[in-house]
């Protein structure tokens, strides 16, 4: 599963707790706040950690440095200073819900989702929360409360990107595809700058044949980030939809390399195989998606396999 891009920059800005009445904020903070708004996170970390060696209960600061570590990928960093901000702030609900996204990005989700259900209990109309705690739910498979989550996020900020993209995550899930390629398509006009929604629009397109529109989703997030493996095998799947045999090769194979232990792989591939008369290719394909398959223990997968290999005699 495709773990859902956060700007945490925009977090930090929009879902930070407030001041209270008489508090001031260190220069060195405000100015690494703008450093992460711009993406700058080392930057931001290295005027932070002298500012934190002075300042070891600003929970603020603490957030922020945790927010940086959080667009470098440093889940465990980040979750460190989240639970120092708690520590110096019991009542940030902003907090709980950055360690929750962190842990989730771990895939703890038992972790994930008590961060986020603290969260939700200390400020109920948190939309970060809520649309975070909606992507644990859908490890879970709970895809009606994950539903139910995301429609309170999107009502509390209907023109945020991030909530709308989480929502057309749910609908994937749950197979409201039209549904899910309307919300991406939103959360994409307000703001263009994170491929997640052409990836799961991209996703609904398949499921809907719409082969084009795919193509050009997943060659937009190829754009942005081609090491992005999963974006090569959907692609494929778009490109074999429509008899386009040869990019799809092309693609399934880079996926391949990227993920050589993927049973759907190969089984994408020995029918891409298959289609282009390469029967001996889509054979042994066809046998090595079976041996993965019951190596993960996949029945179902495996059944599919066995039934495409049969259809080869």
Same mark, same amino acid.
């Given at each position: ?20 009445? *008489? ?44 927010? +940086?570590?959080? *667009? ?18 019991? !009542? ?117 044949? !719409? ?18 493996? *999963? ?8 490109? +074999? ?32 195989? +298959? ?31 066995? +039934? ?6």
């Amino acid at each position: 599963m495709r773990r859902l891009a956060v700007l945490a920059a925009f977090l930090a800005l929009t879902c930070a707790p407030a001041l209270a009445d *008489g508090d001031t904020v260190g220069l060195p903070v405000i100015q690494a706040e703008k450093l992460i708004s711009q993406g700058q996170n080392k930057e931001a970390i290295a005027l932070l950690d002298p500012y934190i060696a002075q300042h070891a209960y600003d929970a603020r600061a603490l957030n922020d440095r945790g927010d +940086a570590y959080e *667009g470098l990928g440093d889940q465990r960093s980040a979750i460190s200073d989240y639970t120092a901000a708690i520590a110096a702030d019991p !009542q940030s609900a902003y907090a709980y819900a950055s360690r929750c996204q962190s842990h989730w990005e771990l895939n703890e989700d038992r972790l994930a989702l008590g961060d986020c259900n603290a969260a939700i209990a200390l400020k109920p109309n948190l939309a970060y929360a809520l649309r975070q705690r909606a992507l644990v739910e859908l490890d879970f498979r709970e895809v009606l409360d994950a539903l139910k989550d995301a429609d309170q996020a999107v009502t509390l900020a209907p023109n945020e990107p991030f909530s709308l993209t989480t929502r057309c995550h749910v609908y994937l899930a749950g197979r409201r595809y039209d549904d899910a390629i309307k919300d991406c398509t939103a959360a994409i006009a307000i703001d263009d700058r994170n491929d997640t929604p052409h990836f799961y629009r991209g996703r609904a397109e398949v499921e809907t044949k !719409q082969w084009s529109a795919a193509v050009a989703d997943f060659s937009h997030v190829l754009a942005r980030d081609p090491d992005e493996a *999963g974006a090569y095998y959907w692609r494929a799947m778009a490109h +074999a939809g429509s008899g386009e045999y040869a990019p799809g090769l092309k693609d399934v194979d880079r996926y391949l390399r990227a993920r050589p232990d993927d049973a759907d792989g190969y089984l994408l591939r020995a029918r891409i195989y +298959a289609n282009l008369g390469n029967r001996k290719e889509a054979q042994s394909d066809a046998t090595d998606a079976l041996r993965h398959y019951r190596i993960d223990n996949d029945q179902a997968g495996a059944a599919e396999a066995q +039934a495409f290999l049969d259809g080869l005699h």
